[in-house]
């Protein structure tokens, strides 16, 4: 058996060892959540309907790295509107490891000791360019629907209801993401949070300027009084008229994105019309070790030459 043989062999062990270390981790978070939510509903039904007013217990940390790490892909998930957990995320991680190193090794030619931490590098910028991909749209779909949101939510208190029942009329009247996260505000006041705790967790997730402001702005006029009503309705105006700026801005720098997409996309045409017509003229370069150097250094320098050309492009407004 061949020394390259081992290698191969070797790395698709690691490979399937740190699958299922990942497999072990998301099945014990999920068997501890479990036993929380258990509890909880158990201490619910003996307790006795008095309140009783204690202080506020401090949030659990995991104890090593690894369970850090599972807690961080947790909250990652938990800002977007993907519907996967943790030990979902890590099998199809796990087979897109696998998947990638048996091509980089098999079918490139690679070096299994090169081929394993190339391959995990483009499986964990995969995940994170999806996971933040994920983030942008829910975050966008939230701006778009919040001034319809504090709209709602401004006449209920000029009704004369107070902030959680107008919140409540919000989540009766909404759908998407503002559904979702101002029924999670709801429901933790309802189980006892504080309303600026409440809100202060809606800022964390969703850290975007528009929220920040909403979740301090009723917090405090919650709390020490003042025209909430002016400020939703001020606030709803703003957003519509930054929304328009952004739609006005987006089309002005029209030309320069769709230049920027043909720049970017140019050298992997090219290198895709001489794959077709002459395979073995690019052969060297998947096959010799200098020729993998040179794709990998072009890869990269193409990889930041679009990354600098989409901050280039981007407004902010």
Do not use: W
Not at 158 to 169: F, H, L, N, Q
Not at 170 to 178: A, H, M, Q, R, Y
Not at 206 to 215: D, G, S
Not at 253 to 277: K, Q
């Amino acid at each position: 058996m061949s020394l390259i043989t081992l290698l191969l062999a070797a790395g698709f062990v690691v490979n399937a060892a740190l699958l299922l270390c990942g497999f072990i981790i998301a099945d014990r978070q999920r068997r501890r959540h479990i036993a929380r939510l258990n509890r909880g509903a158990s201490q619910q039904e003996k307790a006795a309907p008095i309140k009783l007013k204690g202080k506020k217990r401090a949030m659990t940390r995991p104890s090593n790295r690894v369970e850090r790490c599972v807690a961080f892909i947790e909250r990652q998930l938990d800002q977007t509107s993907l519907r996967f957990g943790v030990g979902e995320v890590l099998t199809q991680a796990g087979i897109a490891l696998l998947a990638v190193y048996a091509l980089l090794v098999l079918v490139l030619h690679i070096h299994p000791l090169l081929a394993l931490p190339v391959s995990a590098i483009a499986v964990a910028g995969s995940i994170i360019s999806i996971l933040n991909i994920a983030q942008n749209r829910y975050r966008a779909a939230f701006s778009a629907d919040l001034p319809e949101a504090l709209d709602i939510f401004a006449r209920g208190l000029r009704a004369g209801r107070p902030v959680m029942d107008s919140m409540a009329i919000v989540v009766d009247n909404s759908k998407g993401p503002i559904l979702r996260e101002f029924t999670r505000c709801h429901d933790e006041v309802r189980m006892g949070t504080s309303l600026p705790e409440s809100l202060e967790r809606l800022s964390a997730r969703l850290p975007v300027p528009e929220v920040t402001f909403f979740a301090v702005s009723t917090a405090l006029q919650a709390e020490t009084g003042g025209n909430l009503i002016e400020t939703m309705e001020n606030l709803a105006n703003q957003l519509r008229e930054r929304r328009k700026l952004r739609k006005k801005a987006r089309a002005l720098s029209s030309e320069a994105r769709a230049s920027a997409f043909i720049l970017a996309s140019l050298p992997f045409a090219v290198t895709l019309l001489l794959a077709v017509l002459n395979a073995a003229y690019l052969e060297p370069l998947y096959t010799d070790p200098r020729g993998q150097i040179m794709s990998l250094g072009a890869l990269t320098s193409i990889g930041v030459g679009i990354f600098i050309m989409m901050r280039m492009g981007k407004l902010d407004v």
